[in-house]
């Protein structure tokens, strides 16, 4: 494989967006529980975002399940993109869910704020 195929640029118009919002009103750990609607069956990659008002760089961690954890988990910190402001690529995952599936997991909050947040969680789908 090529660097070139490597590191070729995202194109956002070959997937769909399926956008999963938590609220966050103090620090904490939060539960996450969705299920995915059925036409979303090759999940291609994963984004977060969540804009807080903190000098914090890093909000909390996430840890996901999908397939009922048999087939993926992802465990992540979460930055505040309030701060780091760029652009980043949904990261790869390639992966064929089963129908109805269940997205779970756990956000746990690290900053003291009284300000309550959203943490978006953006799943690219195949079309």
């Not at 494989?1 to 956002?12: L, Q, R, T, V, W």
């Not at 977060?48 to 909390?60: D, L, P, Y």
Request: glycine share 4%.
């Amino acid at each position: 494989m090529s660097i070139e195929n490597i590191y070729k640029p995202f194109n956002y118009s070959e997937y769909g967006i399926y956008v999963i919002k938590v609220t966050i009103p103090k620090k904490g750990v939060f539960k996450i529980e969705d299920t995915l609607p059925l036409h979303i069956k090759l999940l291609k990659g994963i984004y977060f975002t969540c804009n807080v008002q903190s000098a914090e760089k890093v909000v909390g961690h996430i840890r996901l399940n999908l397939n009922e954890g048999i087939l993926k988990n992802v465990q992540l910190p979460i930055m505040n993109t309030s701060v780091i402001r760029h652009t980043a690529y949904p990261i790869p995952l390639n992966e064929t869910l089963k129908s109805n599936s269940l997205l779970q997991g756990y956000f746990i909050n690290h900053i003291s704020t009284k300000q309550i947040f959203t943490l978006k969680i953006y799943l690219h789908y195949e079309k």
